[in-house]
T-cell receptor
Framework: GAVVSQHPSRVICKSGTSVKIECRSL??????MFWYRQFPKKSLMLMAT?????????EQGVEKDKFLINHASLTLSTLTVTSAHPEDSSFYIC???????????FGPGTRLTVT | QKEVEQNSGPLSVPEGAIASLNCTYS??????FFWYRQYSGKSPELIMF??SNGDKEDGRFTAQLNKASQYVSLLIRDSQPSDSATYLC????????????WGLGTSLAVNP
């Protein structure tokens, strides 16, 4: 149980284009999902908390107009990186809360490269 | 600023030994504590969670929590080379906020 998928696993895009990353909870409903980014050999950085049916809560310093989050159903949250630039290249990982617990279950991550 | 601190390592142990990973946290009101394992290039994987003072065992893993000392640890018995990874300690903030505060991780190397 508690399986989270992400798609795509890898994406290369040109500077100025937008990229959408999907995060799905496969065997449970997730009212809350989280989006993280991680640079090489660095720790996780929480970008935003995604709540089903409401606006995401962004961490300080994260541009909400650049990183659009939509959590339209109990099993799907999407992160869209708009007008991507090379500095947006990173490992993006989502996680989901199962039920009332506090344990976060992670997707496999999406490696974004912006050329 | 609420913090979770871990020794970055690397912690190097021989195969078959006990690996001891430590974590301290600053938020005295925290109630929920988690250990994740992250292999290079992969996403974190939940290993253990502990909510009550004392020890919690699951296979070769034991989590230990001491809320008075604001200290949580992870013991790995009979360490295997496949245990070589970065171990992340995470603490849930006190209150209704559902997010976790993350340590920077301890790198563990188990040598054959």
């Amino acid at each position: 149980g508690a399986v989270v998928s992400q798609h795509p696993s890898r994406v290369i895009c040109k500077s100025g284009t937008s990229v959408k990353i999907e995060c799905r909870s496969l065997d449970f409903q997730a009212t809350t999902m989280f989006w993280y980014r991680q640079f090489p050999k660095k720790s996780l950085m929480l970008m935003a908390t995604s709540n089903e049916g409401s606006k995401a809560t962004y961490e300080q310093g994260v541009e909400k107009d650049k990183f659009l989050i939509n959590h339209a159903s109990l099993t799907l949250s999407t992160l869209t990186v708009t007008s991507a630039h090379p500095e947006d290249s990173s490992f993006y990982i989502c996680s989901a809360l199962q039920g009332a617990g506090w344990e976060q279950y992670f997707g496999p991550g999406t490696r974004l490269t912006v050329t | 600023q609420k913090e979770v601190e871990q020794n970055s390592g690397p912690l190097s142990v021989p195969e078959g030994a006990i690996a001891s990973l430590n974590c301290t946290y600053s938020d005295r009101g925290s109630q929920s504590f988690f250990w994740y394992r992250q292999y290079s290039g992969k996403s974190p994987e939940l290993i253990m969670f502990i909510y009550s003072n004392g020890d919690k065992e699951d296979g070769r893993f034991t989590a230990q929590l001491n809320k008075a000392s604001q200290y949580v640890s992870l013991l790995i018995r009979d360490s295997q080379p496949s245990d070589s990874a970065t171990y992340l300690c995470a603490v849930k903030e006190a209150g209704n906020n559902r997010k976790l505060i993350w340590g920077l991780g301890t790198s563990l190397a188990v040598n054959p």
